[in-house]
Structure formats: structure tokens, C-alpha cells
């Protein structure tokens, strides 16, 4: 399974990006090899419109099956629901950290988008 936490670096030991859309980068963590993965989103960061989906289409395409982010809109929300990616939302915590706090099964799903759009 691969989970994609979104980071303000390009490192895991780095804090959470809390926003999804416009986060400067993915951490993808693959469960099954326990390898890093990074994927830079910069092309989000000063969209006009459009990020979250753009965003959602990001982890999709990296085969993520979990996201892990601070917030979520309501577009990139409905986009990562079809393509059945589960939303987890973490706090002010490392990359790292939120990992391991999803791991553990202390981490909330989001039921819906906890941001508006264009945030």
C-alpha cells in the first residue's frame, strides 16, 4: 500500500503541509518496501484554480491508497473519494510522526472536506 502525506519539505522528518492542494510536496511511504518517495508539487502552489484536483490526480496517479493532510477541499475531497483514496487529518506533526500516528490507528478519516475551496 502506498500513503501519501502531503510536507512544506521535501523530507519526511519535516512538518505536514496543511494544505492539500497547495502543498509544496507528497511524501508517498510504500508499506511494503518501507521506502520514501517524494513528489514535488510546485506546479499547485500558485494555481489559480484547480490545485485540489490537480493535487488529487497527483496521488492518484503515484498509486496512493491513504492521504494524509492538515485540510482538504471539497473538490480534491470528491476527486480522491471516486478514485476511493482514504483522507486521514493530521495536526502539526511530522511527516514522519502523522505516519505513524495513521499506523497506529489514531489518526481521524475525514467524512468530508474540512477546508473551502481556493484556500
Given at each position: 500500500m502506498k500513503i501519501a502525506v502531503s510536507s512544506e519539505n521535501a523530507s519526511a522528518s519535516n512538518l505536514v503541509d496543511p494544505r492539500f492542494g497547495r502543498a509544496k510536496y507528497f511524501m508517498i511511504y510504500d508499506t511494503e518496501t518501507k521506502n520514501w518517495e517524494c513528489i514535488n508539487n510546485s506546479q499547485n502552489l500558485h494555481s489559480a484554480q484547480g490545485a485540489g484536483i490537480q493535487a488529487a490526480a497527483t496521488v492518484v496517479n503515484s498509486g496512493c491508497t491513504v492521504l494524509i493532510s492538515g485540510h482538504c477541499g471539497p473538490k480534491a475531497f470528491a476527486?480522491?473519494?471516486?478514485?476511493?483514496?482514504?483522507?486521514?487529518?493530521?495536526?502539526?506533526?511530522?511527516?514522519?510522526?502523522?505516519?505513524?500516528l495513521y499506523l497506529d490507528n489514531k489518526l481521524t478519516r475525514a467524512s468530508e472536506a474540512n477546508a473551502e475551496g481556493h484556500w
Amino acid at each position: 500500500m502506498k500513503i501519501a502525506v502531503s510536507s512544506e519539505n521535501a523530507s519526511a522528518s519535516n512538518l505536514v503541509d496543511p494544505r492539500f492542494g497547495r502543498a509544496k510536496y507528497f511524501m508517498i511511504y510504500d508499506t511494503e518496501t518501507k521506502n520514501w518517495e517524494c513528489i514535488n508539487n510546485s506546479q499547485n502552489l500558485h494555481s489559480a484554480q484547480g490545485a485540489g484536483i490537480q493535487a488529487a490526480a497527483t496521488v492518484v496517479n503515484s498509486g496512493c491508497t491513504v492521504l494524509i493532510s492538515g485540510h482538504c477541499g471539497p473538490k480534491a475531497f470528491a476527486a480522491l473519494n471516486k478514485a476511493n483514496v482514504a483522507i486521514y487529518l493530521s495536526g502539526n506533526t511530522t511527516v514522519e510522526e502523522a505516519l505513524q500516528l495513521y499506523l497506529d490507528n489514531k489518526l481521524t478519516r475525514a467524512s468530508e472536506a474540512n477546508a473551502e475551496g481556493h484556500w
